[in-house]
């Protein structure tokens, strides 16, 4: 079930406090941080406050590449993220090439048979159907279905979802 919007009012407020205080101890630049921060945006951006979900994605995003580098499987997260907010926002150029930036990373870090690179594959395939691109879609959420489906098994409810985005494209 998802969360009213008043919860999720309240988990952003609350997130907000911690990492006041967490940069109040450990200072603005701590990567520490960086993953709370991503959790921050990640409300914001389902509050549909876009232009806080994208700074706080990319202050995340540079935070985990300072101290990761920027082949992490951390910094394609961040950068997944804020390919769907983008995605939101009707930019699908940006978000075309930042999922991209995403399942590289993954793959190559993770192999392609890991759960991230088949949500890298599933995003993107949205991406790619907005744009017009409906054999790129398919290709992307079959890669994304086998996946899930060794991973979670064919009754999980994300592989449910993915097989019925496929299933949408006809």
Same mark, same amino acid.
């Given at each position: 079930m998802a969360a009213s919007l *008043?919860?999720?009012r309240a988990q952003r407020l609350e997130? !907000?406090? +911690?990492? !006041?205080?967490?940069?109040? !101890?450990? %200072?603005? !630049?701590h990567p520490d941080l960086a993953t709370d921060l991503r &959790?921050?945006?990640?409300? *914001? @951006?389902?509050?549909? &406050? @876009?232009?806080? +979900?994208? +700074? #706080?994605?990319?202050r995340a995003t540079a935070l985990h590449t300072a +101290? @990761?580098?920027p082949e992490h499987p951390d910094v394609a997260t961040d950068l997944n993220h804020l390919g769907l907010v983008f995605h939101d926002l009707g930019e699908l150029a940006e978000a075309h090439l930042v999922l991209e930036r995403?399942?590289?990373i993954d793959e190559k870090v993770l192999g392609p048979d890991h759960r991230n690179v088949a949500r890298d594959a599933n995003? #993107?395939?949205?991406?790619?159907? &907005?744009? %017009? &691109?409906?054999?790129?879609?398919? *290709? *992307? #959420?079959?890669?994304?279905?086998?996946?899930?489906?060794?991973e979670l098994g064919a009754e999980h409810s994300t592989t449910r979802s993915v097989a019925r985005n496929l299933a949408l494209l006809g």
């Open positions: *008043a919860e999720l997130l !907000e406090s +911690a990492i !006041e205080a967490r940069q109040r !101890e450990l %200072g603005p !630049e &959790d921050l945006g990640r409300l *914001a @951006h389902e509050l549909n &406050d @876009h232009m806080d +979900a994208m +700074a #706080l994605l990319r +101290a @990761h580098g995403a399942l590289a995003n #993107l395939a949205g991406v790619l159907r &907005d744009q %017009g &691109d409906l054999y790129s879609a398919r *290709a *992307a #959420l079959q890669w994304s279905l086998r996946v899930y489906n060794a």
